[in-house]
Structures are given as structure tokens and as C-alpha cells.
């Protein structure tokens, strides 16, 4: 690795230890409980991140006590089995650096560490915040976003966020209607929402392989899904656009079901 691919992997992750204790819980849809943390510590969310993500780590069961990794001579983050079944990663879904407050969308679900926490969560209770990070930049690719309802906060962060001038076409299929939210309408923005439908499985690929993003010279595709849904989508998306290099294409498993986080492969 040369001194420049370091620099830009250093870049994109950021360590910091902190405690962060709940301000605020919501339940903002049926799918979706929102929770607002302030941290101890100051925390740098890079504005040209794409889909940020946070590595929260929750109190150890047994004892309710939060122990955070060792970093090894490289920095980077040491987890032993113990630790690593309390880590999870969750996406930004907004950031304040002034007041250095997080607010983190948690999907709920009736198993699952970081849904189950959430669903208890009460003001004043605390978790960890190992680190902050992305895998991708803005660029001047044409973004191209694939989710399913684990998605939507990374999605809508993202649009949110998106630089002026730059293009974006969002592709979202959620659980309920109501899961469905507002985001920035303007020329450079197309969102497609799509409602679960046992009807109809392949909709979310259908709608991505049929859109027309013909003109678009530099295409990035995003996606964060689960797996099942996740390998077509890729499939579909490699298949059509064969002259894009493989770093193009970005298609996270973001859950698998009946599996826990680090139980199965994110990427494949």
C-alpha cells in the first residue's frame, strides 16, 4: 500500500472511544425508533463521506459495564471474540459538530442486540462510540442508491448531504408506507420509493434495471440491503453495466436474516 491509498484509508475512519448518553427517543415510524446521543467526546463526520456509519458498542450483558478495544501499533482497532458480539455498526442519520449530537435510526426488530437496546432505551443511558467511518466520497460520479428499509438513514444522510451540482438517484423499498420520509426535491435528485410487496419480490431490481441513466458518463452504485435481496441486485446491476470497473459497484449485505452482525459476509 503507497503513502497515498494509506492517507485516503486513514481519512475515511476516525477512532475515538467515547461514551455517548441518550438525550432522546423516538418512535418516528413503525419500522424506525430514533434515538439522539451526545458524546464526551469530539467526533469528525468528513461532509464528503458517503453513507457514514458509527461502531457502536453496547454494555456487556453480564455486567452493564462498556469496555472499550485496545489499538495496536497500526492503530487500528483490536476486538476479541468477548467484545466483538457488542459491536455493531449503525448510520449516521444526522450529525451536529457544534454540539456534537448524533441521532441513530434503530430498525426494530423482535431480536437483536442494538434493536432490542434501543427499544429499552431511556434518557441518560449510555453506550459506547468506538469510531466513525465510510468506505466511499463524494466524487463526481453520478450516485446510484439501493436500500432496503436498514438503508433508509444512510440514504436520506446522503441526499441530505449531497454537494451542489452533483446527481443522485435513490431507489428505496421500505416496510410500510409511513416508513416512507421527505428529502431534498430538486433537478439533481430522483428518489423511487417502493413498499414491500410478497407480490411482487423483484421490484426494487425491476425499477433499477429499467431506469434510464443513459448519459451518465460516471456511475457509482451504492446499495445496503439484506443478503437475499442483495444478490441479485448486484448481479443485476454487474450484468447491465459491464463497461463500469468493479469499484463501481458497492453493494453491502447490511443484514442477513436469522444471523447476527459478524456471523455472515458484508460483502461478496
Known sequence: MDEKTKK???????????????????K?????????????????IDPLWVCPYLKLLFPDPSTGLIIFPKLD?????????????????????????????????F????????SVWSQKAKVGDQIGLIGAASKLYFTNDCLVLIGDISAVPAICYTLEHLPKKHK??????VNHKSDMVS?????????????QNSDNPHQLVDAVINADLSGKNKLL????????????????????YTHLSPDAFQITNYWRKGFAEGQFKHRE
Open 8 to 26: 485516503n484509508e486513514a481519512n475515511k475512519k476516525v477512532i475515538v472511544n467515547a461514551l455517548l448518553t441518550v438525550l432522546k427517543v423516538e
Open 28 to 44: 418516528i415510524s413503525p419500522s424506525f425508533i430514533r434515538v439522539q446521543f451526545s458524546s464526551n467526546k469530539p467526533v469528525n
Open 73 to 105: 501499533d497500526n492503530n487500528k482497532i483490536v476486538l476479541d471474540d468477548k467484545l466483538r458480539v457488542l459491536v455493531r455498526n449503525y448510520s449516521v442519520r444526522e450529525f451536529d459538530s457544534v454540539t456534537n449530537q448524533f441521532f441513530v435510526d
Open 107 to 114: 430498525t426494530i426488530h423482535d431480536t437483536g442486540l442494538a
Open 168 to 173: 443522485a438517484f435513490a431507489f428505496i423499498q
Open 183 to 195: 428529502l431534498p426535491d430538486n433537478k439533481n435528485i430522483a428518489v423511487n420509493w417502493f413498499v
Open 221 to 240: 452504485f451504492w446499495g445496503g440491503m439484506e443478503r437475499s435481496l442483495a444478490q441479485p441486485v448486484r448481479h443485476a446491476i454487474k450484468g447491465k
